[in-house]
């Protein structure tokens, strides 16, 4: 089946310094991918989508120049979290989707800012 | 995309089947119904999907009621693997650009050994 990958799975960034998130699709090509955020305990929020070659659709209340979404080809999307602080902690994950309608997720990126 | 509602949880003996309900009332005609899982600490994962039959797949089935104004996923044997929060999406496919995945709170599923 289709393959997602993420990474860092895990990272921890002290307050003010940025952190980027790369999503991959392996097997597959995507041509559009999704950006969600996960708080603990709570369900899963879409953040952006972005479309490759295209600027990124953000959800309302998600700030664009926070959260850099670049989808530069049909294989990767990466998410920088700028100047990240502590309520920027969270679990990130992607999803991507080919010319089909279901989407791939990946394995998640746990964000820690101290 | 239509609302759902699900309960917050629900618990399972090992080796016994499991129904998990969902409530769409306010399905419209061409929304589909989707079924996601996420084991703790991983993305969520696709389990089946359906438009106005049931549907089978290796991992679960669908029974939709003929009305479409409810939906049950049927884990046929649960395993101890099986402990998940399981989402159950309405989406509203009007171009395959801007389908988006809209996740509720679920219902987490704990199996009891």
């Known amino acids: 089946g289709a393959v997602v990958s993420q990474h860092p799975s895990r990272v921890i960034c002290k307050s003010g310094t940025s952190v980027k998130i790369e999503c991959r699709s392996l097997d597959f090509q995507a041509t559009t991918m999704f950006w969600y955020r996960q708080f603990p305990k709570q369900s899963l929020m879409l953040m952006a989508t972005s479309n490759e070659g295209s600027k990124a659709t953000y959800e309302q209340g998600v700030e664009k120049d926070k959260f850099l979404i670049n989808h530069a080809s049909l294989t990767l999307s990466t998410l920088t979290v700028t100047s990240a602080h502590p309520e920027d902690s969270s679990f990130y994950i992607c999803s991507a989707r080919d010319t089909g309608a279901e989407q791939y997720f990946g394995p998640g990126t746990r964000l820690t800012v101290t | 995309d239509a609302k759902t509602t699900q309960p917050n949880s629900m618990e399972s003996n090992e080796e016994e089947p499991v129904h998990l309900p969902c409530n769409h009332s306010?399905?419209?005609?061409?929304?589909?119904i989707h079924w996601y899982r996420q084991l703790p600490s991983q993305g969520p994962e696709y389990v089946i999907h359906?438009?106005?039959s049931n549907v089978n797949n290796r991992m679960a089935s669908l029974a939709i009621a003929e009305d479409r104004k409810s939906s049950t996923l049927i884990l046929h044997r649960a395993t101890l693997r099986d402990a998940a929060v399981y989402y159950c999406i309405v989406k509203t496919v009007l171009c395959l650009t801007n389908s988006k995945l809209t996740f509720g709170k679920g219902i987490t599923l704990s199996v009891r050994p």
């Open positions: 306010t399905i419209s005609g061409t929304d589909y």
């Open positions: 359906g438009l106005t």
